[in-house]
C-alpha cells in the first residue's frame, strides 16, 4: 500500500477558496479618489494583507483595555489549547519574532517554507530573538485574540473596525474547516490570518481603501477615534529584529521592501506583491492594488505625480 507523504498532508488546502476576478484598484489623495481602475467593488481573497487587519483587532483590544501590555506573556493573559512558553508576548506574534515551534490545526510551523527562506535556522529561536514571516504563528495570534475578545474576530472586526468606518457588507473572514476554539461553553470559529492553506479575509478594494484611509487619519473617522493613535505609531515602529516591519505591516524606510518607492511608505501585502495596501503619509496618499504586476513600479509613479 502506498504511504502518503506528510508534506502532503501538511501542504493540503483546509480553508474556503474564491476566484479572483482580474486587476482592480484604487488612488486616494486626501482623502478623494484620483484614481480607479478594474471592479473595486468584488470581494477578493486579501491573502497576507489579512495580516494587517489582524493586528488592528489587536489594537482596537489595546485601546478597550483587553491587552493592557503587549509585552505581557500571552499564557498570562489568555488559556489556549497548545503551549506557548512563558516567554512568548504579544508582541512577539504582532512582529513575528515568537520563534514558536509548535502545531496549530494540523500545520506545524516548520512546514511554512516562508520562514525557512526568511529566518533560516534562526527562524527556531528563543522569542524575540529572530524574526520569520509565518502563517502558522500568525494563526496563532488570531486564536489568541479570539480567546481574549471572547468572540469570532470577524464579528470583532465588524463591530470595532469596518462598521464604523462605513465598509460594505460584502467582505467575509474565513478560517479553517476545524480551527474552533472552545470559549464559555461555546465552540468559536478562528479565522485565519493569512490565506496559506486557504480561508483570510475576503475584501473588496474599495473596502480595502476605507482602512488604509482610516491608518493614514492617525485612526480618527470623521472625529471619532476608531484605533489610538498610539496604536498606530505602535504598528509602523521598526522591529529591532527587522527594521522593515512593524506589528504585521511592511515598513519602507530602507527601501527594502520597494526599492523604487518613497520610503516613507508603510503598506500590507499579499500574495507576492499581488494584493497591496499602501499608505504614505508624508504624501496624504493610499494605493489599493489586486492582481496588478510590477507594483513597486506603480507605487513610484503615482508618488511621483503627488508633491511632498
Not at 475584501?203 to 489610538?228: I, N, P
Request: proline fraction near 6%; charge should be negative.
Amino acid at each position: 500500500m502506498r504511504r502518503r507523504s506528510p508534506i502532503g498532508r501538511t501542504a493540503r488546502v483546509v480553508g474556503p477558496l474564491l476566484p479572483g476576478g482580474g486587476p482592480s484598484g484604487l488612488v486616494s489623495f486626501r482623502g478623494a479618489v484620483i484614481a480607479e481602475w478594474g471592479d473595486v467593488d468584488r470581494p477578493e481573497m486579501c491573502f497576507s494583507v489579512t495580516k494587517t487587519v489582524l493586528s488592528a483587532v489587536a489594537g482596537a483590544a489595546s485601546d478597550r483595555g483587553l491587552l493592557p501590555d503587549v509585552h505581557a506573556p500571552v499564557e498570562d493573559t489568555v488559556d489556549l489549547p497548545v503551549r506557548l512558553g512563558p516567554d512568548l508576548t504579544w508582541r512577539h506574534l504582532l512582529q513575528q519574532t515568537s520563534g514558536w515551534a509548535g502545531e496549530l490545526w494540523g500545520k506545524p510551523a516548520h512546514v511554512d517554507a516562508q520562514s525557512l527562506r526568511d529566518g533560516g535556522s534562526a527562524a527556531y529561536a528563543e522569542p524575540g530573538a529572530a524574526w520569520a514571516y509565518n502563517d502558522v504563528r500568525v494563526n496563532l495570534l488570531a486564536l489568541a485574540l479570539t480567546a481574549l475578545w471572547r468572540r469570532p474576530l470577524a464579528e470583532v472586526a465588524r463591530t470595532e473596525l469596518f462598521d464604523p468606518i462605513g465598509a460594505s457588507p460584502t467582505w467575509s473572514w474565513h478560517g479553517y474547516r476545524e480551527a474552533t476554539i472552545a470559549v464559555d461553553g461555546t465552540e468559536l470559529s478562528v479565522v485565519s490570518g493569512g490565506a496559506h492553506w486557504g480561508g483570510g479575509l475576503w475584501m473588496s478594494t474599495a473596502d480595502l481603501l476605507l482602512l488604509g484611509e482610516l491608518f493614514l487619519e492617525r485612526g480618527s473617522w470623521h472625529g471619532k477615534q476608531v484605533l489610538s493613535t498610539e496604536w498606530i505609531d505602535a504598528s509602523w515602529r521598526p522591529c529591532s529584529v527587522n527594521p522593515d516591519y512593524g506589528y504585521l505591516w511592511w515598513l519602507n524606510d530602507r527601501l527594502h521592501v520597494f526599492a523604487v518607492a518613497p520610503a516613507t511608505g508603510r503598506c500590507a501585502r499579499g500574495c507576492g506583491d499581488r494584493h497591496l495596501l499602501w499608505v504614505d503619509p508624508a504624501r496624504e496618499l493610499v494605493i489599493v492594488s489586486r492582481w496588478s504586476d510590477s507594483v513597486g513600479l506603480l507605487v513610484r509613479d503615482i508618488s511621483d505625480a503627488i508633491p511632498v
